[in-house]
């Protein structure tokens, strides 16, 4: 299932941290670029082919925040996002601001492997072959194969984890979808907890997709259940 | 005052209602009476008419019954006769010479008989007597067997009587007592004795007489035929013409009585006038006696009754109506006339003319009517009059309410008393403080001279006012000539020109005692009715001048607080601005003069919207904070930032609608709050949460991250690389405990409860461990300068490490890469002082004042030069002043400088010293 070689970018000012993410992650294959701040990331990030970034929010100079804001100006590559600060409003900010996913510290290793392949895995999404490659949903047209969404034909750029989130919506189109089903199978079978992702991420779809994000067409909260896609 | 339209209105009676009229009631109660009165004389007048009419009609009865026996009787003796006669041998034998004498004793005896005579078997008149010239045609020889009697003769052996009919002999009106005449079983003829009807007749003609004309009085005799036999009615030859008519002639309704046995009685209509008739048989020769008399005549007596009741029941009728209709006329009509004046009293004006002249009419009477209608007059003048006075006293009313100033109302209130009272002289006198002395605070037709010189001293207890205030009752002198208690006012009295005088005290709470003094030129004693009256206006008096001196307090007090609140809103700190509809600011407060620029009269009336505009100018983003103004006004409260004195400051700004006590909306109000503080504290709180999670959970990530890492089994770790986790684990546990220890010592120290054990040390020492327990160390980079002088210094060795270390950290870590860290010492007086420096950017001036606070870290948010948890300097701050010495920042042009001082000789009570 996994690709030969992703290669990850660690982002910590912390040493001991940044050296912990790195030796666990080259010990099992992927190769790991790191940097100790911001600015440093973003260099790093321009001059490799990064599949994946894994940040700290809390560094010198520039902040994680910062970091993932000019990161999504020109990629959707997929961020991980680790803090000590485990308050919703940060991970909220964090994942608002374009983050795929959280980890509060302290975490374990395999906490942090299962994320860094799930998020992969997401990234990576391959449609199987017994599903059309398109999916028309009134005037949002999802192509799995191009990677591509279209609102009456005006193309909407979204982030790996949006695209899967629209996608898993837009196939069970006119379902309530539980939040718990919804995470599971977009994020991976060890989420189910993480609501506020859910609220996140829709946020995100509707401001992309819907003409009024306010009064949401397609993207239909169903309060205390879940959501639904509707054309 | 003019006639309203509906004096001119004649009296308007009330409604007629039948329950509630009295003339309907009288009429009723009258018919009460009436009705079973006219229903008993109605039962007994009949009771009377049928009575009368029994008595009538056994009066006819008993006279027929009587005639009927009479008649019977004589009857019965022609049967007898006729029966012994014709046992005569003579007759028997019929010899006519035996015979002649017997008929001859027979008709001489009885002037009735008409004719005897003796027929033979075969009918052939034998004989009869008389004869010659007294029988009008002799009928010897002639053949009478045709005649129905001597058929019935054939066959009966018992005398009877024939039909009547004309005797051909006699040429009379007759009926034959026919007696058989038998031998052996062989008829032999019959003897007959006719008996004049005309006689019978004459016998009733005698009773008839007794009777009157008017009567009618008739008796008829007739036979079982229905022929009337006899009758009263004299014929014009005198002898009966109608004998031998049938009744039914004279009414075809006595037909069914001829022959009948019972008595019976009729009325019955008889050539056009009721006759009464009564019948009786009369048994002998089944004849029957009728007696008639005109109805008319027998029911005299009865009408004549039943006229007399039904005139004298018509009497009471009529007498009763009249009665009612002259009470109605003369009681009711009045009355009701009365009542609808009465009710119109009061209301809508003056009567009418109509009216007027209705009443005085009625007024005329002598009776009880004129009495009411007197005293109706003279309610109505009392309650006019009474009504004048309302009036007055609600005018009097509406005077104290209209107005404050109670001069005006006084002198309203004395033109009023004049109006009411006719009076033309009055005062209120009052208490004034000024003067101590009761003065004329009002006065209406006295001298101005008189009005002046009206002073009462306290004591001049032969004051009239004052004796009426101390009594509280009004007080009068009805005449100043005779009343020994006016000797001392007589001559002021007779100057003024006054004989009465009345003074009524004022009921005053709040106010000085007062009174309404009002004087007459006559002698006069007051009414209770006008001592009342001016009760009233005294009481209006009293209200007016509370009234008044009331609201002078209220309106002190009203001022005194209006400043009050005046000074409390321009001193707050916060700006508030109070707008009207239209936008134009009724009142600012000097603080938002402040925030706009502006001076406190350039506020009063500007544009709101203007004032806003120039306090925006402040706004480092005007579009966000008109934006943020425009959501305050919609939802109340917004967050609008301004550059002020060239600092950022967080306003808070509140737009309210402003209603006043009524709830009726005025405008609305802005409140701008400078909660710049408050954000700062927030910031720090947040600031504080997010240092302690860093770096507690920092080295927490390390460690478990590595421990996890060691345990993953997965991977096969080199031992080097074991070694190498192991070694870091340690590390981060280390900087954990620290950081642990440093919250436990800032805990003591916030908690005073921080031990300090003294100890003689030597801070050469001290400042070498430091350094090699710095993280991170400062290396060759220290540079360490101490006088060979230095005198020992009593401290915890402990503490002061700790403090050595931080400030040295703190010069490593800000100092940059290159700067040395140097650490001082110097005797300064009674203390020892340490500087620890570097060269690095040092601490911004805003920062200065607030290094020493828990968790204040000159940095903010995610972004981080250096780690710390922000507790170094205030442990050391702590610690130091534990020791009873002090720590600050020292200037420096470059760098950054921390001293401390502790004092060479310890302290007395230097174990525990609270922060």
Redesign the interface.
Known sequence: MEAPHPTVLVVDDAKSLREFVRRNLDVRGYRVVTAVNGADALEKFQAHKIDLVILDLIMPQMDGLEVIQRLRLHSNVPIIVLSALGEENTKIQALNRGADDYLTKPFGVGELLARVQAVLRRARHTPSTQESPVLVRGPVVLDRERHEVTIEGRPVNLTPTEFSLLEYLMQNTGKVLPHRAILQNVWGPEYGQEAEYLRVYIGRLRQKIEPDPNNPRYLRTERGVGYSFNA | MAPSPSCTRPLRRRRFNPQRDLGIRLLAIYALFVLPLVGMTLYFDRLATERLHADVENANLALAKAIAEETNLSLGSFLGAARRLGAEPAVLQASVPAMQPLFEALAKSRPEVNLVYRLNAKGIMLYHYPQGSDVAWSTIGLDFSFRPYFQKARTTHLPFFSQGRISPTTNQPVVTAVMPLWVNGEFRGLLGINISLNALSLALQQIAAAHTSAENFTVFIVDSGGNIVASSLPGPSGKGESLLGNITTLAPALGGLPGSDRTEALLLPVKGQDTLYAYTPIPAVKWGVLVGRSAEAAFNTVSAFRRATHLALALVIVAGLLFWLALSRQVLGPLEDLAAYSRHIGREGPHGADERATLETLAERPDQVGHLARTLRRMETDITARMQELHTLLETSAAVASTLDSRTVLARILAQVERLLGVQKCAIIAWDEQRQAFVAQASRGLSPRYAERLVIGRDEFNSLTLRALQANRPLQISDTETDPTATAIRPRARAEGYRSVLAVPLPTQHTPPAALVVYYPEPHTFTPQEIDLLTSFANHAAMAIENAALFARSDERLQEQTRRLEALVQSMGDALLLEDHKGQVLYANRRMAALADLSAEDLSGAETERIVQRILNHAPNAAAARAALAHAAEEGTAEVDLRLHGRLTTWQVQIFAVTDSRGVAIGHGQIWQDITANREIDRMKASL??TV??E??????????????L??D??T?EPE?QREFLL?IS??TDRLSDLVSDLLDLSRIEGGSLKVQPEPLDLETLIARAARNAHPAPGNRLEVHLPADLPPVFADPRHIEVVLRNLIENAVKYGGETSPVRVSATQENTYLVVRVEDEGPGIPPEHVPHVFESFYRVES???????GAGLGLAICRGFVKAHGGKIWVEPRARGTCIAFSLPLTPPNDSDTSPL
């Open positions: 949460i997010s999670s860093h507690l959970r920092t080295p927490l990530a390390a460690i478990k991250g590595y421990v996890s890492t345990l993953a997965d991977v770790w690389a870091t590390e981060e948010g995610l972004t981080r030069q250096a780690s």
